[in-house]
């Protein structure tokens, strides 16, 4: 299974952007979804997650403001990012849990400035 991931961006504080990770399988075999990010220096850390039954689960940090979300037809999983702030800047990478296997995308990166 291959997780492409695309969508980052250098956006304005404030500013909304919309990730996308398209699955080279049906997303429907997948038990969750998630996006995570990284930022320099720190450790990678989950940002939002969606089950198989779409329940959803946000940090903290970005409850509010960012929404994921699901397109089954499309194997697609998004991210919609509103009121973008400096401390979002960051690698985001998507992540896909099937059975006990374990799949990530190769990271879009999100700059957004002050």
């Known amino acids: 299974v291959q997780l492409q991931a695309s969508g980052g961006g250098l956006v304005q504080a404030g500013g909304s952007l919309t990730l996308s990770c398209a699955a080279s399988a049906s997303i429907v075999g997948f038990r969750i979804m998630g996006w995570y990010r990284q930022a320099l220096g720190k450790q990678r850390e989950l940002v939002a997650s969606i089950t198989g039954y779409g329940n959803t689960n946000y940090a903290d940090s970005v409850k509010g403001r960012f929404t994921i979300s699901r397109l089954i037809t499309k194997n697609t999983v998004y991210l919609q990012m509103n009121n973008l702030k400096p401390e979002d800047t960051a690698v985001y990478y998507c992540?896909?849990?099937?059975?006990?296997?374990?799949?990530w995308g190769q990271g879009t990166q999100v700059t957004v400035s002050s």
């Open positions: 992540n896909a849990v099937r059975d006990r296997d374990y799949y």
